[in-house]
Structures are given as C-alpha cells and as structure tokens.
C-alpha cells in the first residue's frame, strides 16, 4: 500500500498538489482530491506557485471600432502577440498531456484501492470513486476550454494575405467573403468573456475594418472619371455617359456589402454615399464650369452705341441649362442603377457644387442686368425661360432638384418682375424728359424702341406668363411689382394658355396706352397746335400698328380688345385734324325757303339747274353766294397748304386715312354747291375757282 501512494507523488510544477501521507490512513478521497473545475483555471500563463485554483477576475477588453482601427499597433507588434499565443498553445497541449497521464495513475490508484481494501471499505471506495469521477469530469472540460483557445486564429494568417492583396489582385467577390468570415468570426467570439477570446475577436476586427477600409478606397476609385467636353454631346443631340455594366456591378456589390454590414464597425452605407456625392460632385462641377464661364462672356456685346436690346440666343444660358440637366440626369441614371431607392438626398447632395456654381453665375448676370434694367431684362427673361424649363425636366425625370434649382436663379427672378415696372416708368420718365417734338409731326424713334421691347417679349411667354401670374392683373406698376408675391413658378404658371396670354396682352396694350397717353401729353405742350398734335399722334400710332401686325403682337392683341381700343384713339385724332376741314364744308351749305315757292325734288334736273336757281334769287342772297364761294377758296387753300407742308412727315397709312376723310367732308358738298350755284359767277371764274374735276385733282393731290 506504501508503494502504492508512492506512486501517486508527482512534483508540484506538474498537477495541482494533493495531500502524499508515508503511510496509508483510510480517508474520503473528497479529502484527497480537491475538486477541480477548469472554468475557474486561469486560461494564460503557468499555474500559480501558491497552489490557489480560485478563479481569476476576467478580464473584458472592448471590441475594436474605427478609431481603434487608426490607432493599432503595426503587424510587426500584432505578429509578436499572435506568436505568443501559439506558444502558450503548445504549453498548454503539454499540460494536457500531464493531466492525462494523471488521470490514468488515479484510474490505477482506484483499482489497487479497491482490490486491497476488500468489502469492509466498500462504502468509503465508493465514495471516493464517485470524487474521481468528479476529476475525469473536470479534466474532460479543460481539455474541450483548451481545444476552444486554440480554435479562434485558426485560418486568421490566409485572411490576413487575402486582405493585403486587395480586392484588385483577389477579386472583389472573394474579397468581400473574407471580411465576412471575419465578422462572423467576430460575432461570435464576442460572446465569450474569456481574455484570449476578446483579444483575438479583437485582432479579427481590426483585420475586418482595414479590409472594409481598403473596400471604401476601391468605391472611390471606380466612381472618378475625367471631366467630359459637354458641347460635343450637346451639339450631337446626345446624352452623358454613364458607368459601364462591369463598375455598375462592382458598385452595386460593395454598396449591398456596406448596406448589410453598419453594425460590424468599420465605414457605414452613409460614409460610401458621402464620398459617392463629393467625388461624382466634383465631376459634375468640372464638366459643367465651361458652360458657366461661357454663359457670362456672351452675356454682354460691347457696342459703340452704347447699351443694345439684348436678343435672344446672345448668351449661352440656354446651352448651359442643357448641359446640366444633361448631366445630372446621366448621374440620376448612375445613382439609381446602384440602389433603387434612397437616392434622392444622393442626389441632391451630388448636385450642390454644380448649383453652387449656377448660382455664383446667375448673381453676376444680375448685376449686370439691374445696370441696363430696360435692355437687358429680356436677358432675365431669357435666363428664367431656359433654367425653369430645366427644372420642370429634371423634376419630371428625377423627382428632385426643382426647388434648389429656382432658389438659385430667385435673383434673376425677382429683377424680371420689377422689370415690367420700370419699363412703364421708363417711357413716361423718357418722354417727359424731351425738349423738342418735330415740328411737322413726325414719328419719334422711341415710339420704334418701345414697340420693339414688345416685340421681343412675345419670344418669352413661358417665362413672361408666370412672372405676370404671380404679379397679378394691372400690378405691373414699378411699386407694385416690388411689393408683389414672390412666389416660385408653377406647373400653371408654365404653359401658354389663354388666361397666361391674355396677361401677356393687357401688359402689352397697358405700355402701348402708357406711350400714347404721355406723347400726347407732351405733344399738347410743346407743339401748342392740334392740327400738328393730331398728325403726330397719328403718325406714332401708325408705326405701332405696322409693327403690331408684322409681328407676334397681332396674335397676341389679335383676340383682345386692344385692337379696336387703338383703332378707337386713331378715329380720334383723325377727326381732331379733319375739324378744320369740316368748317370748310359748313361754307358750303345753303339755305332754302320752303315758304318762297315750291321745292324742286331732290336730284331732279330743276334742282340741278344752276342758270334757273341763280335766275330766282336776290341780289342779297346772290351775294351771300359768292362770299361764300369766295370764303371756301381761301380756307380751302389754306388749310391745303398747311396739309402740305405736313405731308412729308407723314405715314403713309395716314397721309391715306386723311385725304379720304377730308373727300369725304368736302368732295359731295362742294360738288352739290357747284352743281347749283357755278351760274353766279357766269364763267368768270372770279368766285368759283374750282369746277368739279379740278376740285377732284385738288383733293387727290393731298395725298
């Protein structure tokens, strides 16, 4: 029995000691054998020398996240630490075997026990049998805690080569499988409080985020792309370019990765669609920063004359506005291909630089517009008709970007509407202003200028219609217009209805009324003549109406009252001149008494018979008949004088609409009165200076 227990001695540094007496006392083994429970043995490191198996305080490490990522220890140091935990692995694989080899000397121990002691101790063997037991258990479960600490790095050094090697050289499908076994492998020792499990889940995590780093520089480098030449797609009628299928495939393959993967650590979705706006931004910017200068060098055209109406098409903003809807919507296309949904903000972030800059020009243009407000507001107008026009087509094809787009040109708006103010002011201001009419009642050249403004602005109506809808009817005064709504443009605002017309057409007849009332004004002043002040009213009014009905104007004021509103005030003037030539006619009427015999019937030949009705009047009344043959003659030849010292200054249209007027006044009376009374003169031609065709002659050679 002595040898027996001598056999059990084993050197401390081996196996946790147990009680060794020289010589047999029967005890429990419970006594014997401390009971050994290898989740309290410390995981790292020697036993302890003081042979205390108590359970060491567990050390919880936290996992690592991106800052810790920045902040690791170079590979040199974390290759240092993963061989130290080979090594204590091999340490422990001795112990092992130590223990086993324990065990078996306790299973032969029990044996020779049971085989000395006979019967008597049954009880007592059984006992200590059911201890031992207790230790297999024990030593069972240390093993399989062993086996677990050398499981986490297995596989760790071809993850490791694999994320080194980079997506390009491995392929971004096996790539992306790798740093998913990381995580995997992260998941699932983060559940284990061990220290060596944290401090491997540890090393695992910063291998997985220097991968998902590595991953986010491989989305950057498949979004960059050269700056494109936009006026060789514009001019072909063409579209952008956009991704190829095989980078759309690799986007949409590291976007599903980031999407799925946030919680893991490394960079989120949000940080890939951040760089995605600020380098797709930047490209857009650049692509677009030609058309932008190109837009402000012809928006102005140098002129000896000074300041010129601005034409359409002069400035390149309808190129521009082409060129980015163009753009952004190749990129709506890019953004869409990669994610169906959640793009919106993408985009709009994507945009900003570009609108940035559409802004920063639009600002110059204005302030150069509110310099030249009379001619250069139909710049504004061309600008707000080419970016509205614009917004309405990326907002149909994208669903987003309208707003920001009619926020950067609110400038260039808000100079338009108080714009159709200042016009007005413009020609009463202008006309008030002028020293000097013609004398003969010519057309003034800014009547000319004016209805050249108007002319112009039938080529905006998309624009024109929703800066005079949001002024409102008859509000188009210079204060009104700067105290009106400044609303942004809508669907309604931008069509070319009739309601939107018929604005367009009160507007145009307004400033026409606005002209025409202030010449005439300024005409009562400075001519002090209304023969002279009817001829250039007339004269103005018939270069309005020619350039009315040789332009877009007829269609426009063609359905209004307009129309017969001017034809109205030419009536007007025309009766104003031919006044003098009505009391010409007045010398020309007679009296008869009804009661001095009986009247010849009108048109007969006794009415007619001039001999016959000389023959029956007085001497008195013959008289009054030749003053007032001799009266007409001379208020004839005078006002035919001052007609004809006015007809070189004449229209046309006007020299026309007179004469036919005064024939119409003078031709049937004087004709009737010659017809009855030529006899008083006998021939003589002393009172009767005209027969009838030589009147006829007269009366046409007034034209």
Known sequence: ?????????????????????????????????????PRDAPLIGPPPVSHTWAARPKAV????????VKNSKPY????????????????????????????ERINAIGASIEATA??????????????????????????????????????????????????????????????RRLDSKCEELSTSTARVNQEAAEQLNLLAISGKNRLLAMWGDLLQADKLEPLQYITKGGSFPTFDRNTIAQLVEIYNFFSTSAALGGPSIDQAWSKYAKIRGAYLQSTLTNLSAATLSTSTQPSPNGPELYRQGNCLIGTYAEGMNLAFFAEWRNISEISPKNHQKTMENTAAESLMELKDTISQLNSQIQQNITTDCFLAYDILGAINEMAFSIDKQTGCLKQQIFAAVKPIRDTAKRSLGDLLEDIRRRISSMV??????????????VLTRLQAMTLYPLPLASILSSIGDGNWTSSSSNKSSSSLPTIRSHDTSSDSESLLARYVFDSIDNLLTNLESRSTTLHKNSRVTGVFMLNNIAVIDRMIRSSDLSQLLGNSSAMKQLEDKRKK??????????????????????????????????????????????????????????????????LGAKHRELMPAMERDVRADLVRDIRAIIEPLYVRFWDRYHEVDKGKGKYIRYDKPSMSNQLASLA
């Open 436 to 449: 000097f009419l013609p004398n003969d009642g010519a057309a003034i050249p800014f009547t000319d200028e």
């Open 1 to 37: 029995m002595e040898d027996t227990f001598r056999a059990l001695r084993i050197h401390d540094d081996e196996i946790p000691p147990f009680p060794q007496p020289l010589v047999y006392v029967p005890k429990p083994l419970g006594e014997l054998f401390r009971i050994f429970d």
């Open 61 to 68: 490490r936290p996992r690592a996240t991106m800052s810790s």
């Open 118 to 179: 006979g019967p008597v101790n049954g009880l007592e063997i059984y006992r200590e049998t059911q201890a031992l037991r207790a230790t297999n258990q024990n030593v069972n479960r240390v093993l399989e805690q062993l086996s677990i600490v050398q499981r986490p790095l297995e596989g760790k050094a071809d993850e490791e080569r694999i994320i080194q090697d980079g997506p390009e050289r491995v392929g971004l499908t096996k790539y992306l499988a790798s740093i």
């Open 573 to 638: 003037y025309i009766a104003a001149y031919t006044e003098a030539w009505r009391e010409a006619g007045f010398l020309l009427l007679d009296v008869q008494y009804t009661n001095r015999g009986q009247r010849p019937p009108s048109g007969s030949a006794a009415s007619t018979n001039s001999a016959a009705i000389v023959k029956a009047l007085n001497s008195k009344d013959k008289d009054a008949i030749k003053e007032k043959f001799k009266n007409f003659n001379v208020l004839f030849e005078t």
């Open 76 to 103: 040199d140091e974390e290759d240092a630490e993963i061989q130290l935990l080979y090594a204590q692995a091999r340490k422990y694989g001795e112990f092992v075997k130590k223990l086993e080899a324990a065990r």
